[in-house]
């Protein structure tokens, strides 16, 4: 069975999670614009690139196909991996990833738009957060759950709610609420327990940190510098006797002798002995390696170390040895005899999410799509997933055959209209300065490339190619 058989079989697989048959011409349009390599991969330059000699008809039934019809676009991912997570390999590890994604975007009325901080942009600008958890194994990664986070003034605005289509279950939830939410649902559904990799940004809340040992799920996540913990052998002593009224106290006793510390300062205090260089991934160029320390301690509350006695857990240190601090803290539940080579490879597989990302926004237009309603949001992430994921069932197949080419498989896409220019080209869009994250990437592989899904249908005249390695 050639690739373009096998991705048929996928889009007859995912299209029998839509409900009526009439949106699966919606499907197979939609993934294969987005599978192809154009600079904008909104609806319309989408619809004149698969079907030029009728681009407004198409135009307008991808358009009711993303953003009216009603289909779930939790069915969809949960098809997505019915079809890759088979192809996974866990056996030498899988872990659950927490990550979110910002997408700059103007204007009010665009759902779940607010001033609030964009990776993308490094800075806080107005854009939309989306909250995703990805499956990763040492293959590669898929994101499995997304949704998006609604700010508190869109959450209580009922207008803005009605006009872009905001169910009416959806209540304002913070983005670690909204993760642990959507990793409840996967669970309850059968998923593995895994152990999860979140930043700092979710990791620092105490709360959700015991929300995934309450599920019985191992976590390595990262902290700030200034949570507070009980170094090594520093044990307070028992809360005070209960006095037989009100609550029995739980909080550990200090004394000038005993006091938690902020996890900077334990690291500033640890001898240069206790630190040792770390590999923890075969890079492209060069392993990829780092000056690692890894103590036990037990997590002491809030900063002013006011909370019940926590099990001991894993501090893991990385302190480059040119920098005068250290650079990164994780906290992890992984057993005490786990070794640090270890604990600083689980702890650094979170990269994965980064890759998934930036081919997401770069090959398949995770952030291109330009409706303001929340049912079209997200049917266009899922589609966007769904191509992805094909392309990394494919790369996953590759892998597994020893000595595998490269082969190339045509599909016929007919050519754009004369003088055609789509909407959102550089011929009609706005200036936008030395910042464009919505270049198409390059078509040339580098020889020393490293192994990853390429996400691209290449068209060669008036053929498009898949290609899969």
Known sequence: MNTAERFDLYLDHLSKGLGHADRHAGLRGYCTGLMLPLSRKSVEPMAARVDPMHASARHQALHHFVAKAEWSHEEMLRRVCQWVIPKMDCSQGGWW???????????????????????????????????????????????????????????????????????????????????????????????????????????????????????????AVGVTSAVVVWPPGVKPLPPEPYSGMGRPPVMP???????????????????????????????????????????RVRHAGGNAGKARLRPEQWLLIEWPANDAEPSKYFLSTLPEETPINELVSVAHQRWRIERDYQDLKQDFGLGHYEGRGWRGFHHHAALSIAAYGFLMAE??????????????????????????????????????????????????????RPTRPV???????????FVTQ
Request: net charge positive; proline share 6%.
């Open 455 to 465: 996400s691209l249908l290449r068209p060669r005249k008036r053929k498009v190619t």
């Open 97 to 219: 990833i927490i990550d979110d994604t910002g997408f700059p975007k103007k204007g009010r009325h665009s759902v779940g738009v607010a001033r609030q901080y964009c990776g993308m942009l490094g800075k806080q600008d107005n854009c939309q957060v989306a909250v995703s958890i990805s499956l990763a194994s040492t293959q590669g990664s898929l994101p499995v759950a997304w949704q998006l986070y609604l700010p508190e003034d869109w959450a209580a605005d009922a207008e803005r709610r009605a006009k872009a289509g905001v169910p009416d279950e959806v209540r304002f939830a913070t983005k670690t609420q909204i993760a642990l939410e959507r990793l409840r649902t996967l669970l309850a559904e059968g998923a593995p327990r895994h152990c999860v990799l979140a930043d700092a940004g979710y990791g620092v809340d105490n709360a959700f940190r015991q929300a995934l040992s309450d599920m019985g799920l191992l976590y």
């Open 253 to 295: 006793r200090r004394t000038p002798a005993l006091q938690p510390m902020s996890v900077r300062a334990l690291a500033m205090s640890l001898p240069s002995r206790a630190f040792q260089n770390v590999s923890w991934h075969e890079g492209t160029n060069e392993t990829l390696s780092g000056r690692f320390a890894a103590v």
């Open 395 to 448: 790369r996953l197949v590759a892998d597994k055959s020893v000595g595998s080419k490269k082969n190339f498989i045509a599909r016929q896409v007919p050519a754009l209209p004369e003088n055609y220019i789509p909407r959102g080209s550089p011929a009609r869009a706005a200036a936008r300065g030395n910042l464009d994250h919505d270049t198409a990437p390059s078509t040339e592989l580098s020889a020393d």
